[in-house]
């Protein structure tokens, strides 16, 4: 034993006392805590339920409602907020429970294709918000990037269903209804989302600050 301890040691091979930190390990792997998932299914929870209350603040003026789309803006803080997982989630589960629990939006065409387009905006939110640095214009950025996104699914959920169904959807009805019709709720959805997202992070219920991208070298 004690020729082969000294041969070893004339070999200059590094002798590694003890096991490896299991500890260490495994807060090196671990995915997101207990408390991180806990807190994004009751963000996400909360923001399904305002999907179900907001509609009521302008469903007495069925034109302003529509306009503003007030649906939109939970499904796009969802993705911001929580992930496009969950954003993914919500926006196609918004307008379904809602049909089962009030009856609107009917079903077909108007709630199933509002399904994939708010479907798509969550998961465009969360996915931009996440590859995109974060900086205010990045911020403005993700918000178009997901909207177009919505509205482009959009498009081709309706245009599948109208060809399935023999509904009249051409492209005048789609630029009307992505676009011209829903210029209120673009403007609403710019100005709030937004405001809302960077409130939220100066209460530091956001995790990563938006900052101004300054020059490494400048002194404080």
């Known amino acids: 034993m004690v020729f082969l301890y ?9 002798i590694k006392k003890g096991l490896p930190d299991m ?3 495994n807060k090196q792997t671990e995915p997101k805590t207990k408390n991180e998932n806990v807190r994004n299914v009751v963000n996400a929870a909360l923001c399904l339920a305002l999907c179900m209350v907001l509609p009521f603040l302008t469903g007495q003026i069925p034109q302003i409602g529509s306009a503003l789309s007030p649906m ?6 969802c ?15 918004a307008p379904l429970l809602r049909f089962m629990l009030f009856g609107m939006p009917p ?7 509002m399904a994939f387009e708010l479907a798509a905006y969550g998961a465009a939110a969360g996915v931009l918000y996440k590859k995109l640095p974060r900086t205010i214009p990045c911020l403005y950025l993700s918000l178009v990037g997901a909207m177009l996104a ?6 081709a959920a309706m245009t599948v269903m109208a060809g399935v169904s023999q509904i009249q959807f051409s492209f005048q009805a789609f630029l009307a209804g992505a676009f011209l019709n829903a210029v209120p709720g673009i403007i609403c959805h710019l100005i709030l989302i937004p405001v809302i997202i960077i409130a939220l992070q100066k209460a530091h219920f956001i995790d990563h600050e938006y900052h101004s991208p300054a020059p ?4 404080n």
């Open 6 to 14: 000294s041969a070893i040691k004339r070999t200059n091979i590094p």
């Open 23 to 25: 500890k260490t390990t």
């Open 72 to 77: 939109h803006i939970p499904a796009l803080l």
């Open 79 to 93: 993705g911001f907020i929580c992930g496009w997982p969950y954003g993914l989630t919500v926006g196609f589960a």
């Open 107 to 113: 079903l077909f065409p108007t709630g199933a294709a």
């Open 150 to 155: 919505g509205r482009i699914v959009w498009g």
């Open 216 to 219: 490494s070298d400048t002194l």
